[in-house]
């Protein structure tokens, strides 16, 4: 991505749309809040947020921002669901066993509330088919999402997705197009593997997104078919791992990773071709523009020229430029995405600006 640290790409190219993707991945999205938090000190702006999961939450915290400071909101969120009972002087193995334990029998009471521990719904907690109540998260997302904001188109655009139970398709919720809730956001954040509640919307039943696609790109491509993008994706499962597992637990923690790792790098194969072939038919275009042809074989070029114009302006868009920030990890821990000890969030938190600095630097001293 063209980045001189005063000017952003959407400055160079009036066409070009800058995009946020942010993952699922439990409590590894505050992550996200600090990669974010780097971004917006370098006044990179976005005019589209997308996200799922957990992602989908810190997207609509960015461009629903109640207060009109997404970097100060977005911690405050995270900040909010620290587990304060986790010893801070535990090594970050033994801390992680002990917050995702901890959370899994208590759940987080600004996240997501432990149906057992209600005495009027014990008895008929293990007969459902979630066990945790997201309404604690709907209070907390009040604090600092104002949805009516959605509306300003100063703000980013925010795509979210969400998988249908029943269809087992996925679903697009983009302010552009809909009035997004608090429901919408849930809808795309319920991971049945851990027992979140899935969220019902006029009739339909919608879990995680992370389900069919945990880094929505294409959701954004098919959004917004038409600009051009320049994009920024967190990537909170790392792709290689140098040492193999040694255990079960360790086997499950890989194939996480794997499954729910930035798979996009087809899509940007894609998008090079389809730039290529376009500028391959405006020049075989020219050239025929330019040849002596007879009535019926120019009437027949006009029409072509329709054909690709209609192409071009409706599904034109290409990544022109794309950084990945990927978050590194020493310790493999399977529930590791389940750890809200603050010792773990502001970690992940400095960790995810650290990563992005480096990434920025490296970038600007690159195209030096």
Known sequence: MKYDGNMTPKEKD???????????????GAYECGVYKALDKHNIKFDIVSGTSIGAINATI????????????????????VEKPI?????????????????????????FAAMWLNPWLFSASFNRPYLYDTT????????????????????????ITSTDIKKGSRVVFDSKHHDIKIENVLASAGYPFYGIAWTEI??????????????????????????????????????EQDDLPKNMMESWHRARDIM????????????????KHLDLMQKMHDILGNSHLDEKDKAKLEEIEQEYDKLVFEQ??????????????????LFEDADFSSETITGLIEQGEKDTEKILADTKRIQM
């Open 316 to 333: 034109g868009a290409v990544i022109k430029n794309i950084i990945r920030i990927e978050r590194k990890e020493e310790v493999h821990y």
């Open 87 to 111: 010893p801070s002087f535990l090594p970050q193995k033994f801390r992680a066993m002990l917050s995702s334990t901890y959370s899994s029998f208590y759940g987080n009471p600004s996240a």
């Open 136 to 159: 604690p998260l709907k209070e907390t997302l009040g604090e600092f999402v104002d949805f009516n904001k959605l509306k300003d188109h100063k703000r980013p655009r925010l795509v």
């Open 62 to 81: 960015i461009a629903a921002s109640k207060n009109d400071d997404p970097s100060k909101d977005l911690e405050g969120f995270w900040m909010t669901l």
């Open 260 to 275: 729910f790792a930035d798979k996009t790098q087809w899509a940007i194969d894609v998008s090079k071709r389809t730039e």
């Open 14 to 28: 009036p066409n070009l749309e800058n995009v946020l993707v942010l993952q699922g991945g439990g409590s590894l």
């Open 202 to 239: 006029n009739g339909r039943y919608f879990w995680d997104g992370a389900l069919l696609n945990n880094t929505p790109l294409i959701a954004v491509m098919d959004a917004s078919p038409k600009n051009h993008k320049a994009v920024f994706v967190t990537d909170l499962f790392p792709h």
